[in-house]
């Protein structure tokens, strides 16, 4: 299964890939452009000898226009560019929230001074058993994340479930929490989480 970790190495890897990538199109683009212009100069030039060497070289011109216009076209079409790097990131984005399916994140948990994982793990039990009603849930890890510990304010907790319905249950029965300040979310990459923010007024 993949971690975090491993999706951002790939990300990184991909997008460093794709600008290699682009910087041998822009170089060879541009090299290419470099040559056609040099030789539009030189026909040109050549336009002083014979009438009949005008007319070709005017053949020629133009035909060497049009080449450089669909070349400068190439190096311009960032919207092309734009999106497969949009397809790329969806795709990404997609595989971060899928490693995450059985993650639910608990918000308002009390939280004690070098509370362990395993500390963590035992209160998430409890408050499924307690306040959801659920019985005995396995969960593979449940940990703080977020700045270190403050009395002020609790960190959140994320949650690995060993079965998604057993998160799917936890998530649906989180209506029992209401009054305790303690929510229920899913754990979504930040991409998703924005996502889900701009649509909520829909």
Same mark, same amino acid.
Request: charge should be positive; include cysteine; aromatic fraction near 6%.
């Given at each position: ?14 997008? +460093?890939? #794709? ?37 070709? %070289?005017?053949? &020629? ?13 190439? %190096? #311009? ?9 949009? +397809? ?5 984005? #997609? +595989? ?13 948990? &009390? ?56 998160? +799917? ?34």
């Amino acid at each position: 299964m993949l971690t975090i970790e491993d999706i951002k190495t790939m990300l990184d890897m991909q997008q +460093q890939a #794709y600008r290699d990538a682009m910087e041998m199109v822009m170089k060879d683009l541009s090299s290419r452009i470099r040559q056609v212009e040099s030789s539009n100069t030189e026909l040109i030039r050549s336009l002083q000898y014979t009438q009949k060497e005008v007319e070709d %070289l005017r053949a &020629d011109k133009k035909t060497l226009i049009e080449e450089v216009t669909t070349l400068k076209k190439e %190096l #311009y079409k960032k919207s092309e560019v734009e999106d497969k790097f949009i +397809q790329l990131q969806s795709r990404i984005d #997609y +595989q971060k929230d899928y490693s995450r399916r059985n993650n639910l994140r608990f918000d308002g948990l &009390d939280e004690t001074p070098n509370e362990t994982w395993e500390e963590t793990q035992v209160k998430i039990q409890h408050l499924m058993r307690d306040k959801l009603e659920m019985g005995v849930i396995q969960l593979e890890r449940a940990h703080r994340v977020g700045p270190k510990y403050t009395s002020t304010r609790p960190r959140t907790v994320v949650a690995r479930f060993r079965k998604f319905e057993d998160r +799917q249950a936890a998530l649906r029965n989180s209506a029992k929490l209401k009054n305790t300040n303690i929510y229920i979310n899913e754990d979504l990459c930040e991409s998703s989480v924005t996502a889900r923010k701009v649509q909520l007024p829909v």
